[in-house]
């Protein structure tokens, strides 16, 4: 592993743990060159997966440009970090386990929507804008009002009618 700092490519692994998720292994390392200290994630790669754009490029899927996207929807709410590494964990096992090597972006866009909406309404709005290409105020509006359905449906009480209870 190459030194963040120096670039030396003789780092050394100090400590090797599991994440709490066990999803990746993190390991603390050191540079015997600059004495630099850093942390790295392994994690299991079921296959090579590619993002197939729009523009009809194909390009390597990233995972730490899906975290950047994530981080830039969740800037400054207050989000357990645990839960946006399960929500990303979760897309990334969701797109290997489609079983086809190609992904349309179109699917991790909506992947990606899909586990906002059930983290945060405003990084949901957030990710939409761009994802969906917001050009007017209605477009807001729009996808605030299917917010606001669905949280009224969510909180809505159950019709099934109850049997009295008879007490004795």
């Given at each position: ?79 357990d970090p645990d839960r946006v590494e399960r929500m990303i ?13 190609e992904v349309p972006s179109e699917t991790v866009g909506e ?11 405003v990084a949901y709005v957030r990710f939409a804008s761009v ?38």
């Open positions: 592993m190459r030194c963040p700092y120096c670039g030396s490519l003789d780092t050394q692994v100090k400590d090797s743990r599991p994440t709490d998720d066990a999803s990746a292994i993190r390991r603390r390392r050191v540079c015997p060159d600059c004495g630099g200290r850093f942390t790295t994630f392994e994690r299991v790669q079921l296959r090579e997966l590619f993002v197939l754009k729009r523009s009809g490029r194909r390009v390597p899927f990233d995972r730490d440009k899906l975290e950047q996207s994530v981080a830039v929807a969740l800037r400054k709410r207050s989000v964990n979760g897309i990334v096992r969701q797109l290997e386990s489609m079983g086809e090597p992947l990606v929507m899909e586990g906002l909406k059930g983290l945060d309404d994802y969906k290409d917001f050009s007017e105020a209605k477009d807001f509006k729009d996808i605030l009002g299917e917010l606001a359905q669905d949280a009224a449906a969510s909180a809505a009480p159950s019709k099934a009618k109850r049997k009295p209870v008879q007490s004795d």
